[in-house]
């Protein structure tokens, strides 16, 4: 099963199997199994956890991996890390990972912030995404981690504010920022105020 675990969390049936094994082995207290299926999988999670079927597992097996796995899952999807946020499948287990790596350390936080911080924009405009950066948003440490958000809601601010998703993410922004960036975006609605009420 091990062996062609890929090809199976990308099967329906296939895909139910391997989690049923995984409650099986879980409740045995045997996390063997459970450990050798991520260490198997991990390498391809940023492909698994945009598919129909595999995004499951990989809810699954994100609730059961150690610290190291989770690491090595975030670094695996760094550069795939828009797709699987804006993705419909991709972003169950992507919040599921942010959950489950909460609090974050200064690692992991850096690690967020380079992930999201040259397409906030078309995250935070997304049904799906926009969840992901407010979530960023409560999650990162350093005001400094922070700052790519910022620097981009208030350069597209209208844009941002007129879009459903958009407009939560501001209001998100106006409560989880330092004090600096909460006042630079609260002078830069100021500053448009005219436009904000016309629209």
């Given at each position: 099963?091990?062996?062609?675990a890929f090809?199976?969390?990308?099967?329906?049936?296939?895909?139910?199997r391997?989690?049923k094994?995984?409650?099986?082995e879980?409740?045995r207290?045997?996390?063997n199994?459970?450990?050798?299926?991520?260490?198997?999988l991990?390498?391809n999670?940023n492909?698994?956890m945009?598919?129909?079927?595999a995004n499951?597992?990989c809810?699954?097996l994100?609730?059961?991996?150690?610290p190291?796995q989770?690491?090595k899952?975030?670094a695996?999807?760094?550069g795939?890390?828009v797709?699987?946020?804006?993705d419909?499948?991709g972003?169950?287990?992507?919040q599921?990972l942010?959950?489950?790596l909460y609090?974050?350390?200064m690692?992991r936080s850096?690690?967020l912030?380079?992930a999201?911080k040259?397409n906030?924009?078309?995250?935070s405009v997304?049904?799906h995404?926009?969840?992901?950066?407010?979530?960023?948003?409560?999650?990162?440490?350093?005001p400094a981690?922070?700052?790519?958000?910022y620097?981009t809601?208030?350069q597209?601010s209208?844009?941002?504010?007129r879009?459903?998703?958009?407009?939560?993410?501001m209001?998100?922004?106006?409560?989880?920022?330092s004090?600096q960036?909460?006042?630079?975006?609260i002078?830069?609605?100021?500053?448009?105020?005219k436009?904000?009420?016309d629209?």
């Amino acid at each position: 099963m091990l062996q062609h675990a890929f090809a199976l969390s990308k099967e329906h049936q296939g895909c139910r199997r391997l989690q049923k094994k995984i409650d099986e082995e879980t409740q045995r207290g045997n996390l063997n199994f459970c450990e050798e299926l991520l260490n198997n999988l991990i390498d391809n999670f940023n492909i698994l956890m945009i598919d129909q079927f595999a995004n499951y597992l990989c809810q699954k097996l994100i609730k059961i991996a150690k610290p190291t796995q989770l690491d090595k899952i975030l670094a695996n999807i760094k550069g795939d890390f828009v797709q699987i946020a804006t993705d419909q499948h991709g972003t169950r287990p992507l919040q599921k990972l942010l959950d489950k790596l909460y609090p974050l350390n200064m690692h992991r936080s850096l690690e967020l912030s380079e992930a999201i911080k040259n397409n906030v924009l078309e995250l935070s405009v997304n049904i799906h995404g926009n969840h992901v950066v407010q979530t960023c948003l409560e999650m990162l440490i350093s005001p400094a981690h922070k700052e790519p958000i910022y620097e981009t809601i208030i350069q597209h601010s209208l844009q941002i504010a007129r879009d459903k998703q958009g407009c939560c993410v501001m209001q998100t922004c106006l409560k989880s920022g330092s004090p600096q960036q909460q006042r630079r975006l609260i002078n830069e609605v100021v500053k448009n105020v005219k436009e904000f009420i016309d629209d």
